[in-house]
């Protein structure tokens, strides 16, 4: 079965799993110019072996905005270092596997087989449509009591007390290092300083497919003032921009 951190069919450097950061951005998409992470130029379309694709036929990918998982990585993998300096260089990185994951998923993959694609934020604040969907695409049939299960097997209060009795996948903490902590879209900012989410957020801008710089940026009015001096297109101020 394929892992949550691989990219199906890929081949030569994109056939690793993408766990480690530091090394999956240096040895995939570390050199490509700016802006071209979700092109052929970048990823050409040899990159992935349709043949080589598993013997399933449907694949999901859920997104989330990359300061969220790096912070989130930060935790899981109880980093020994500083949260805002491990975010500050960390975040650029994470932003560019993820758009090459979106790009790997939305077009390479989309072109031979059934294919969604998630926003983790959209499964947080509305889960009974976001399982619904799920169930949907994997071609089940849950009933309404059975769909409640799931979301509150799945709720924060759930997953924190399996986390107190040892009982989540990986390793288990608490307090801060909690694995399971505020399950919120935006905890993150509240955990990474001013500086340090300015830089962050600055960071990963051109590094995000446009479909996640419309999903994680423009939507902000904190981001927006952040990333202002990148745009200086009149049809996006008069948008976008307050």
């Known amino acids: 079965m394929t892992g949550k951190h691989d990219l199906p069919g890929?081949?030569?450097?994109?056939?690793?799993?993408?766990?480690?950061?530091?090394?999956?951005?240096?040895?995939?998409?570390?050199?490509?110019a700016e802006g071209t992470i979700w092109s052929p130029a970048c990823v050409p379309p040899a990159s992935l072996d349709h043949k080589a694709l598993e013997q399933v036929t449907r694949y999901m990918l859920i997104v989330r905005d990359p300061r969220a998982v790096t912070v989130s990585g930060y935790h899981y993998f109880d980093v020994q270092k500083d949260l805002d300096e491990y975010c500050v260089d960390k975040v650029p990185k994470v932003a560019g596997l993820t758009s090459?994951?979106?790009?790997?998923?939305?077009?390479?993959?989309?072109?031979?087989?059934?294919?969604?694609?998630?926003?983790?934020?959209?499964?947080?604040?509305?889960?009974?449509?976001?399982?619904?969907?799920?169930?949907?695409?994997?071609?089940?049939?849950?009933?309404?009591?059975?769909?409640?299960?799931?979301?509150?097997?799945?709720?924060?209060?759930?997953?924190?007390?399996?986390?107190?009795?040892?009982?989540?996948?990986?390793?288990?903490?608490?307090?801060?290092?909690?694995?399971?902590?505020?399950?919120?879209?935006?905890?993150?900012?509240?955990?990474?300083?001013?500086?340090?989410?300015?830089?962050?957020?600055?960071?990963?801008?051109?590094?995000?497919?446009?479909?996640?710089?419309?999903?994680?940026?423009?939507n902000n009015v904190e981001d927006l003032d952040i990333i202002r001096d990148f745009v200086t297109n009149s049809t996006f101020e008069r948008v976008f921009l307050p």
């Not at 890929?10 to 490509?32: E, N």
């Not at 071609?139 to 097997?153: D, M």
């Not at 505020?182 to 590094?207: V, W």
């Open 100 to 218: 090459l994951r979106y790009y790997w998923f939305d077009y390479l993959l989309r072109e031979t087989e059934p294919t969604l694609i998630l926003f983790y934020e959209d499964i947080l604040e509305d889960p009974l449509n976001s399982i619904v969907r799920i169930a949907s695409f994997l071609r089940l049939s849950p009933t309404i009591n059975e769909l409640a299960s799931v979301i509150e097997r799945t709720s924060s209060e759930s997953m924190k007390a399996q986390e107190a009795d040892g009982k989540l996948p990986g390793p288990n903490r608490s307090g801060s290092r909690a694995k399971v902590r505020s399950a919120t879209t935006d905890g993150f900012r509240s955990e990474m300083s001013k500086a340090a989410l300015r830089t962050s957020t600055r960071g990963m801008f051109p590094h995000l497919h446009p479909a996640l710089l419309a999903r994680y940026l423009y």
């Open 10 to 32: 890929g081949v030569g450097v994109f056939s690793k799993t993408l766990v480690d950061i530091d090394g999956s951005y240096r040895s995939t998409v570390a050199g490509c």
